[in-house]
């Protein structure tokens, strides 16, 4: 092109160079999966402190498990059952997830409740398994008494537990037989502690008591224990029931006091004509101890709905727990209000007879 000569268009551009990296619309779909992860993660692994309760198992105190009765009696004639007389459980389940809690939660059949009421800082859930099948081996001894009291069996009273470096631990042996303490007879465990009013730490006192069949006789001086003035025997005495004859009750995995009741119930069923239940299915729940009073337990919603699910139409209530089970039954189970084991044979007797029971 000469010099001078007029041009009417400027040059083609060259090429855009192409942009490098993520655009922002893609790392903004970036972070959010990261962040949907993130979330996915932390509710999937993230543990709350919260534990979640819901209806558990329930089991006949009439039937069997594992291929033998729940409720035997070895020496002694029974009589034949029928029906149920089902005690009811509430799982209790830890170390639940974020999204664990929410499912629990949404479904309406558990609830959540914090992690403490049920844990002490630093118990571990076998801690806690131990007290629970301890409070249970405990509920069998008491319901055992509480029947054969009510059926006018006779009881003994033995040294459940023993102080080491007691009075009593020089002595006495677990499961010995008290006969009488500081020379007052022992007649029920409630006897013991008054036999020690008036006796100060450093006093001599006899005790009187049988070890495997031998009657024995021995001085003991009285130690001190923390917030008491009288002496201190060391010995944890619990009524026992005195029959020639053997009652087991076969239940693993359970753990509470709460089958007392039931528990109690079969083996006054089983050892009494007709059948306490009239042959229906029968529920209920009740902590019970050696005088046979019935005592307010936990979860009482839980072990109604479980109790219903199963086939129940009548479920036996401790008189403390009356307020909430009635704002909180299912439809078509009965509700019967005990106070004690005698109330419960009486209303069932009644129930079985066409008759009427107290209501909650």
């Given at each position: 092109m000469?010099?001078?000569?007029?041009v009417?268009?400027?040059?083609a551009?060259?090429p855009?160079a192409?942009?490098?990296?993520?655009?922002?619309?893609?790392w903004?779909?970036?972070?959010?999966l990261l962040l949907?992860?993130?979330?996915g993660?932390?509710?999937?692994?993230?543990?709350v402190?919260?534990v979640?309760?819901?209806p558990?198992p329930t089991y006949?105190?009439?039937?069997?498990?594992?291929?033998g009765?729940v409720?035997s009696i070895?020496g002694?004639?029974?009589?034949?059952?029928?029906g149920?007389?089902?005690?009811t459980?509430?799982?209790?389940?830890?170390?639940?997830?974020l999204f664990?809690?929410?499912?629990?939660?949404?479904s309406?059949?558990?609830?959540?409740?914090?992690r403490?009421e049920?844990?002490?800082p630093?118990?571990s859930q076998?801690?806690?398994?131990?007290?629970n099948?301890?409070?249970?081996?405990?509920?069998?001894?008491?319901?055992e008494v509480?029947?054969?009291?009510?059926l006018?069996?006779?009881?003994k009273?033995v040294?459940?537990e023993i102080t080491?470096?007691?009075?009593a631990?020089q002595v006495?042996e677990?499961?010995?037989?008290?006969?009488?303490?500081?020379?007052r007879p022992?007649?029920t465990?409630?006897d013991?502690?008054?036999?020690?009013?008036g006796t100060k730490?450093?006093d001599?006192?006899?005790?009187t008591?049988?070890h495997e069949g031998?009657?024995?006789?021995?001085?003991?001086t009285l130690g001190?224990?923390e917030?008491?003035?009288t002496?201190f025997l060391?010995?944890?005495?619990l009524?026992?029931?005195?029959?020639p004859?053997d009652?087991?009750?076969?239940l693993?995995?359970?753990?509470?006091?709460s089958?007392?009741?039931?528990?109690?119930?079969?083996i006054?069923d089983?050892?009494?004509?007709?059948?306490l239940?009239?042959g229906?299915?029968v529920?209920?729940?009740?902590e019970?101890n050696?005088?046979?009073?019935?005592?307010?337990?936990?979860?009482i919603?839980?072990?109604?709905?479980?109790a219903r699910?199963?086939?129940?139409?009548?479920?036996?209530?401790p008189a403390g727990n009356?307020?909430?089970?009635?704002?909180q039954?299912?439809?078509?189970?009965r509700l019967?209000?005990?106070?004690t084991?005698d109330d419960?044979?009486?209303s069932?007797?009644?129930l079985?007879?066409?008759?009427?029971?107290?209501?909650?």
């Amino acid at each position: 092109m000469s010099e001078g000569t007029a041009v009417d268009q400027a040059p083609a551009p060259l090429p855009a160079a192409p942009r490098r990296g993520l655009t922002r619309r893609t790392w903004t779909l970036v972070v959010s999966l990261l962040l949907v992860l993130a979330l996915g993660l932390l509710g999937g692994f993230a543990r709350v402190p919260y534990v979640a309760l819901g209806p558990g198992p329930t089991y006949d105190t009439l039937g069997q498990v594992n291929g033998g009765d729940v409720v035997s009696i070895e020496g002694q004639g029974t009589f034949p059952t029928g029906g149920r007389l089902t005690m009811t459980t509430v799982s209790l389940m830890d170390d639940v997830s974020l999204f664990g809690a929410l499912g629990l939660w949404v479904s309406g059949r558990h609830a959540l409740a914090p992690r403490e009421e049920f844990f002490r800082p630093g118990e571990s859930q076998e801690d806690v398994r131990n007290q629970n099948v301890k409070a249970f081996e405990d509920s069998q001894s008491s319901a055992e008494v509480a029947a054969l009291r009510y059926l006018d069996h006779p009881v003994k009273v033995v040294a459940a537990e023993i102080t080491e470096n007691s009075a009593a631990d020089q002595v006495l042996e677990p499961n010995d037989r008290l006969l009488a303490v500081n020379g007052r007879p022992v007649a029920t465990a409630e006897d013991v502690r008054p036999a020690l009013e008036g006796t100060k730490p450093g006093d001599r006192v006899e005790l009187t008591f049988e070890h495997e069949g031998e009657r024995r006789t021995a001085a003991v001086t009285l130690g001190t224990a923390e917030g008491r003035d009288t002496g201190f025997l060391g010995v944890l005495p619990l009524d026992r029931a005195d029959v020639p004859f053997d009652i087991k009750i076969s239940l693993s995995d359970v753990g509470g006091p709460s089958a007392g009741l039931l528990f109690a119930l079969a083996i006054v069923d089983k050892l009494t004509p007709g059948e306490l239940n009239g042959g229906e299915s029968v529920a209920g729940t009740g902590e019970i101890n050696e005088k046979g009073e019935v005592g307010r337990i936990g979860g009482i919603a839980f072990k109604m709905v479980a109790a219903r699910e199963g086939g129940a139409t009548v479920f036996l209530v401790p008189a403390g727990n009356c307020a909430e089970a009635r704002q909180q039954a299912p439809e078509g189970l009965r509700l019967v209000r005990v106070e004690t084991l005698d109330d419960a044979v009486s209303s069932l007797e009644s129930l079985n007879r066409g008759g009427d029971a107290p209501a909650c």
